[in-house]
């Protein structure tokens, strides 16, 4: 399986656990038309939308938009990764090197080990050690 995928299945995971992610706002990606898109800005009649790939931004009527939209969620951000954690794992202590109890194992991790960049403020954009860490707690579940 590749980071990519890895990543994928973590974050999927992070945000159905974490519903405020998949709520209709500012930063929500979305696919709209069959296009992805983000959230710019959203009132009561109009939803303004940013297209990644076209870097175009365009106004949508707010009705059309919600019927016409799959609603993918905002990037996981690392206090999201802890909060995740906190429901995944039975124990977790955050020191300078992570204890883990999951499923009544205990693994020590050391934080050089798992790559965890706190100067990347979002979870695609850690380390391929850190995913993999993050995946090999997912599938333990």
């Given at each position: 399986?590749?980071?990519?995928?890895?990543?994928?299945?973590?974050?999927?995971?992070?945000?159905?656990?974490?519903?405020?992610?998949?709520?209709?706002?500012?930063?929500?990606?979305?696919?709209?038309?069959?296009?992805?898109?983000?959230?710019?800005?959203?009132?009561?009649?109009?939803?303004?939308?940013?297209?990644?790939?076209?870097?175009?931004?365009?106004?949508?009527?707010?009705?059309y938009f919600i019927d016409n939209t799959k609603i993918i969620g905002k990037e996981?951000?690392?206090?999201?990764?802890?909060?995740?954690?906190?429901?995944?794992?039975?124990?977790?202590?955050?020191?300078?090197?992570?204890?883990?109890?999951?499923?009544?194992?205990?693994?020590?991790?050391?934080?050089?080990?798992?790559?965890?960049?706190?100067?990347?403020?979002?979870?695609?954009?850690?380390?391929?050690?850190?995913?993999?860490?993050?995946?090999k707690l997912l599938i333990q579940q």
């Open positions: 399986m590749t980071t990519e995928e890895k990543l994928k299945a973590v974050t999927e995971d992070i945000r159905s656990k974490l519903p405020r992610l998949k709520e209709l706002e500012q930063g929500c990606i979305c696919i709209t038309d069959d296009r992805d898109c983000e959230v710019f800005y959203i009132d009561d009649n109009c939803a303004y939308l940013y297209f990644t790939k076209l870097k175009l931004f365009q106004e949508y009527n707010k009705k996981p951000m690392l206090n999201n990764v802890l909060e995740w954690l906190a429901m995944t794992v039975d124990e977790f202590h955050l020191t300078a090197d992570y204890h883990v109890f999951k499923k009544k194992a205990f693994l020590s991790i050391s934080m050089d080990n798992i790559g965890w960049d706190l100067s990347k403020l979002y979870l695609k954009d850690q380390s391929e050690e850190f995913i993999n860490f993050l995946y």
